[in-house]
């Protein structure tokens, strides 16, 4: 995966993220969503980046019905593995399914869920995923986590596997999960 250049305004050293900006959207590996059919994102910025903007789909401050399954992310160097832009995110309900979170050196979060203001129905659902092998790394925000989710209030984290990770001096403020 790239990482974005503000002097050549695009991704430089390697490929977009999948962007995702449309309510219902279904981003599977493969046929079936299955981590056996082999996706992997290596590095980059981020590997998948939800966000509203007018390039990405309707101008709503809405994104709902979104699902990530079947990934692996893998080699993240100071990045976030699936991030929202707030921008001007309102609400968002999201699941991420049999993902594989693993042999990230440098890390800021694997997930990233940032909404604006939160209305108190959004869901963020992450399920059978496994974290493993990473090195989180202090942020901008002065913190790190495996997953974070900002103004979100409802997580729901069903039969995933945390193992091995570890996080840099660095971090004043480490959290597994921080929500």
Request: glycine share 10%.
């Amino acid at each position: 995966m790239g990482r974005w250049s503000d002097n050549a305004n695009t991704y430089v050293g390697g490929d977009q993220p999948i962007r995702i900006g449309n309510n219902g959207t279904t981003v599977l590996c493969g046929p079936h969503g299955d981590v056996e059919d082999n996706c992997t994102l290596v590095g980059g910025d981020c590997g998948v980046e939800i966000s509203i903007s007018p390039q990405h789909g309707p101008n709503t401050n809405k994104l709902e019905d979104l699902l990530i399954q079947g990934f692996t992310f893998t080699g993240g160097n100071l990045t976030d593995s699936i991030y929202t832009y707030p921008g001007n995110l309102f609400h968002i309900d999201l699941t991420v399914r049999n993902c594989n979170f693993v042999d990230n050196p440098k890390l800021w979060k694997n997930i990233n869920i940032a909404v604006q203001h939160i209305s108190g129905s959004e869901t963020i659902v992450i399920e059978d995923c496994l974290f493993g092998n990473n090195h989180v790394m202090k942020d901008n925000t002065d913190f790190g986590a495996l997953i974070s989710t900002w103004h979100s209030p409802k997580i729901s984290i069903l039969r995933c596997q945390f193992f091995n990770n570890s996080f840099d001096s660095s971090v004043p403020i480490p959290y597994l999960i921080y929500a």
